[in-house]
């Protein structure tokens, strides 16, 4: 996760004692092979501060869990014995995120060094099959990449979840999926038991839109610290990075955006208040607007022919096309957009938006009337205006954000990562005792 | 300032050298005496997790500086050499708060242990005497609480300086003070050289509704990670405490609620755009709305006898008196403010809204109707409904945050907190060399 470079470095409220220090130098020393490449044990002691012998200590266990490893001898010319050159070693340690959407199931797993190493998207109907039902289907997906990862090579230390609704982030309860027309459903243990994983791999579920908010902050944006994301699907949602860090909220009900009362004289939404941001920008709103033959061509269910993407690329392409319908009602679309968003941007004063969902795929069409309208309601004037663009993760944001929550995890407590790797991954049945801690 | 007791410690990516440690440990022992009064040596120790021979170290350390100091000794009866208690010496650092509002200027000094040393406040109309006039009178206010507090033993650690306004903290600058009329001002700059502070001597300025939300979560919700204040006076303002920490936006710009379009059939707002949330709620709305006679009686200009206190004071007597037009008023003010609120509330998921200026006097009698609506509105139900509560502080609020802020610098950093020991409050004239660096 991108840090502030013009935060003041706060002062920690525990005390310094070997053990957190030795913790804090790790992740320093990891952190340090990762950005900055291929770098001797004198290099990383210079940029760090850390002494020579220190430096060695923490590479040495750094080798030993096989974060780091030694590259080919140097090549220079120099005399005397060559320094080692330490890399990241990526490869032996993923992270699997996963889905669950309306219409679709999702996973990826990726590597250390943010590579993918498998993707799968297939096509599920979580709300006509139920929480109990669509866990097992994830945890028949979770085995697969899991067993994948393994099978190449690499230790699986987590698996992220993002899910369409508020979530209790430190049980990995789901409160209420409205879309799913779940409530209160312990995702996080249900998965692990599903899918046998062991107590020390890690299970994190969050909201959808704050784990693509991470990826796109982490992707695309990692010197911000103030950034949402905002994505248009069946409905809105909105991640928030406040101050370099994602914000939750009191209770995880933070970037609830969909519903503020746009048009008092508009239509009900399907929430029974009247005139939501909603009603104007959603996808089927957009659908309604600006190429009404596509709704009716969606039919119902997952299995319809038009997926939301698919939806997204035809309607990118009648407006590339210049079909006036499309563009008007793009246009359209983007004023309401621009409405709405300048409330946040004066809340929150934001450096970017970052549109995810449909907004992506024809965010070109949408920028020019909701800039307009932004522009206008920004009450300190150009100065606090944001930059608003087009996710280039598009659809596929969440699930790589859920997997980078763990490789998160992984950067910031190297020592933590070997855990689990005596059982992760080698367990063939789909259950486990009951009872173990979810984190 | 409050810490979660619920988030994770972070991981800095700074080297945990041995200076840094010191630092921080120096601060994690102030606090254990400020926070769990008298203690032992042994006691601290225990406590903080650190070994005897360090915390006797810091102790010194901090004895020293005159942070702590050793009480009597204790009379339990016990054998032995009796252990020396230590406790906050809280006499011996002060920290200036000032304000500067449309109508008045306000200062106060506190003590480290949060004493009031000294308030002042002045009438003064900072709109018509402009900017460097404004500042002389603040730099007069400033030497006198500063000679003030130095006569009586305690040395002035910082000042900090709440405005109307946005504000590049990171410099002291004002971007735009819009009641003021006062545009690209370095308070803190000319604050320096007017008052003849030090270089040592902190110099903090921020937005008004920001430093005012700091002083009601330290002194009323120290225990709260998520918390909104919002003050009602000639406009509104919002200051977001947001996982923990202020958000100060991406330049400075955050919290910016008053332009909320509520109405769109209402009316056009001093801002040009209409049906503003400050339309609505505002003082002087509230005044048209509840009592019109005070808003005749108000008159112009600062020296009016009905200053926004004495209205605030007068709504409540007549609402309290039970007269028929201030209740249905201020019910009236009540639906509006709580339509605004779940704009916030949505977004942010608060634990707590804070009502500050003269909201904060009349609560009682707009809460009914702005918890009805805001119930009404909040997305996800009364489970992410937040506590809506009248400010403690009233209009004392933004001074008492600018204090804290210093106060806050020093418990954060001990070890910094006698530079500036060797001239703060012994310049006499208010100029001191130019050029010297401004926080």
Same mark, same amino acid.
């Given at each position: 996760?991108?840090?502030?470079?013009?935060?003041?470095?706060?002062?920690?409220?525990?005390?310094?004692?070997?053990?957190?220090?030795?913790?804090?130098?790790?992740?320093?020393?990891?952190?340090?092979?990762?950005?900055?490449?291929?770098?001797?044990?004198?290099?990383?002691?210079?940029?760090?501060?850390?002494?020579?012998?220190?430096?060695?200590?923490?590479?040495?266990?750094?080798?030993?869990?096989?974060?780091?490893?030694?590259?080919?001898?140097?090549?220079?010319?120099?005399?005397?014995?060559?320094?080692?050159?330490?890399?990241?070693?990526?490869?032996?340690?993923?992270?699997?995120?996963?889905?669950?959407?309306?219409?679709?199931?999702?996973?990826?797993?990726?590597?250390?060094?943010?590579? @993918?190493?498998?993707?799968?998207?297939?096509?599920?109907?979580?709300?006509?099959?139920?929480?109990?039902?669509?866990?097992?289907?994830?945890?028949?997906?979770?085995?697969?990449?899991?067993?994948?990862?393994?099978?190449?090579?690499?230790?699986?230390?987590?698996?992220?979840?993002?899910?369409?609704?508020?979530?209790?982030?430190?049980?990995?309860?789901?409160?209420?999926?409205?879309?799913?027309?779940?409530?209160?459903?312990?995702?996080?243990?249900?998965?692990?038991?599903?899918?046998?994983?062991?107590?020390?791999?890690?299970?994190?579920?969050?909201?959808?839109?704050?784990?693509?908010?991470?990826?796109?902050?982490?992707?695309?944006?990692?010197?911000?610290?103030?950034?949402?994301?905002?994505?248009?699907?069946?409905?809105?949602?909105?991640?928030?990075?406040?101050?370099?860090?994602?914000?939750?909220?009191?209770?995880?009900?933070?970037?609830?955006?969909?519903?503020?009362?746009?048009?008092?004289?508009?239509?009900?939404?399907?929430?029974?208040?009247?005139?939501?941001?909603? @009603?104007?920008?959603?996808?089927?709103?957009?659908?309604?607007?600006?190429?009404?033959?596509?709704?009716?061509?969606?039919?119902?269910?997952?299995?319809?022919?038009?997926?939301?993407?698919?939806?997204?690329?035809?309607?990118?392409?009648?407006?590339?096309?210049?079909?006036?319908?499309?563009?008007?009602?793009?246009?359209?679309?983007?004023?309401?957009?621009?409405?709405?968003?300048?409330?946040?941007?004066?809340?929150?004063?934001?450096?970017?938006?970052?549109?995810?969902?449909?907004?992506?795929?024809?965010?070109?069409?949408?920028?020019?009337?909701?800039?307009?309208?932004?522009?206008?309601?920004?009450?300190?004037?150009?100065?606090?205006?944001?930059?608003?663009?087009?996710?280039?993760?598009?659809?596929?944001?969440?699930?790589?954000?859920?997997?980078?929550?763990?490789?998160?995890?992984?950067?910031?407590?190297?020592?933590?990562?070997?855990?689990?790797?005596?059982?992760?991954?080698?367990?063939?049945?789909?259950?486990?005792?009951?009872?173990?801690?979810?984190?």
């Amino acid at each position: 996760m991108p840090t502030s470079a013009d935060k003041p470095a706060t002062v920690q409220a525990t005390p310094m004692d070997q053990v957190a220090v030795r913790r804090a130098n790790l992740a320093l020393v990891l952190a340090e092979v990762r950005t900055a490449g291929p770098a001797s044990r004198a290099d990383v002691a210079r940029r760090t501060g850390l002494t020579r012998p220190t430096v060695s200590s923490l590479v040495g266990e750094l080798l030993d869990r096989g974060l780091v490893r030694e590259a080919d001898l140097r090549q220079d010319g120099s005399v005397g014995r060559p320094a080692r050159r330490l890399e990241l070693d990526g490869r032996t340690v993923a992270a699997l995120g996963l889905e669950i959407n309306s219409r679709y199931l999702a996973a990826c797993s990726v590597d250390l060094a943010g590579r @993918t190493i498998q993707e799968r998207r297939l096509v599920h109907d979580a709300t006509e099959e139920g929480a109990d039902a669509t866990v097992r289907a994830l945890a028949v997906l979770t085995r697969e990449l899991l067993d994948h990862a393994t099978r190449s090579g690499a230790r699986v230390a987590g698996v992220g979840i993002a899910v369409p609704g508020p979530v209790a982030v430190a049980t990995g309860r789901v409160y209420a999926a409205p879309n799913l027309g779940w409530k209160d459903v312990p995702v996080a243990e249900r998965l692990r038991e599903a899918a046998g994983l062991p107590g020390e791999t890690s299970v994190v579920v969050d909201n959808e839109a704050n784990l693509a908010a991470l990826a796109e902050w982490e992707t695309a944006h990692p010197g911000v610290t103030d950034l949402m994301y905002v994505t248009g699907e069946a409905g809105l949602g909105a991640g928030i990075v406040a101050g370099g860090q994602l914000l939750q909220g009191a209770s995880g009900f933070s970037g609830e955006l969909g519903h503020i009362q746009i048009d008092p004289d508009g239509d009900v939404c399907a929430c029974g208040r009247t005139g939501c941001l909603e @009603t104007k920008v959603s996808l089927p709103a957009a659908l309604r607007t600006a190429a009404p033959d596509l709704l009716l061509a969606e039919g119902s269910g997952p299995r319809a022919p038009w997926g939301p993407q698919e939806q997204a690329a035809e309607l990118l392409r009648r407006a590339a096309a210049g079909d006036p319908r499309t563009l008007s009602g793009l246009d359209e679309i983007g004023r309401w957009l621009g409405t709405g968003l300048s409330v946040p941007v004066n809340l929150l004063n934001p450096r970017v938006v970052v549109l995810g969902g449909y907004f992506a795929a024809v965010a070109p069409y949408l920028l020019p009337a909701a800039m307009r309208e932004m522009r206008a309601r920004i009450v300190a004037g150009d100065e606090a205006l944001c930059r608003v663009t087009g996710s280039l993760l598009g659809f596929g944001a969440a699930v790589r954000g859920a997997a980078g929550v763990i490789v998160k995890e992984v950067f910031a407590d190297p020592g933590r990562a070997d855990s689990g790797r005596a059982d992760s991954g080698r367990t063939d049945s789909g259950r486990t005792d009951s009872g173990r801690t979810v984190r």
